[in-house]
Every structure is written in structure tokens, then in C-alpha cells.
């Protein structure tokens, strides 16, 4: 199941990699480098619009949710920091209280 969300967060990121790539931004994007108005001609530029930026968000929050999917679903080892508090709360004793060091007299020259 790990590697199944990890696979499909990858090809969701490249699929909005695309999809953005295909936009059409202020210069034309990557849509008028190849003979420009063709898929607008044939879908509508209205509906290409619409559903590029579907798609952008829709690719966006799948990435949210594959990611939060994959935290819950992460496999659980046990990290050395764990062992390591639970022998320091094993050894822990009662405090050492430092000895008062004997009085000298300041005003012996």
C-alpha cells in the first residue's frame, strides 16, 4: 500500500507538471509552440481553459491527500532516540548535591 500512494503521488506530480505546461499563460505557453490554435479550434478555448485548471486542482489535491495518506501509512521502526530515553529513565538516580566548599576567611592578608 506504501508503494502504491508513493507511485501514484509521483504520477500525479507529473501529470500537474503537464498540465500547467499546457496552460495558457500571458506568452501563449506550451500550447502555441505547437501550431497554436489547433486543440483550442477543436475543443473551444472556453472549455480548454476549464478544464486544464479542473485538472490543476484537482492533481493538486490529490497530492495533498496521497501525502497524508502516506504519513498514516508509513511503516513504524523503532528509532534508537526511544531506547535511548527509556535506559536514561532506567539509570536515572537521585541528584548529586556538590559538597560546600569550606569557608575562607577574606579578611586574613
Known sequence: MYILLIGLTIVSAVLLVL?????????GGLSSQF?????????????????????TWALAISIMVFSLAINFTTPNAV???????????????APV???????TDSTKK
Not at 528509532?79 to 538516580?93: H, M, P, R, T, W
Not at 548535591?97 to 569557608?103: E, F, H, L, T, V
Open 19 to 27: 498540465v500547467v505546461l499546457a496552460q495558457n499563460s500571458k506568452g
Open 35 to 55: 501550431g497554436g490554435s489547433g486543440a483550442s479550434n477543436l475543443i473551444g478555448v472556453k472549455k480548454t481553459g476549464d478544464f486544464l485548471e479542473r485538472a
Open 79 to 93: 528509532s534508537s532516540g526511544d531506547e535511548l530515553i527509556e535506559k536514561a529513565k532506567g539509570q536515572q538516580s
Open 97 to 103: 548535591i556538590p559538597k560546600a566548599a569550606p569557608a
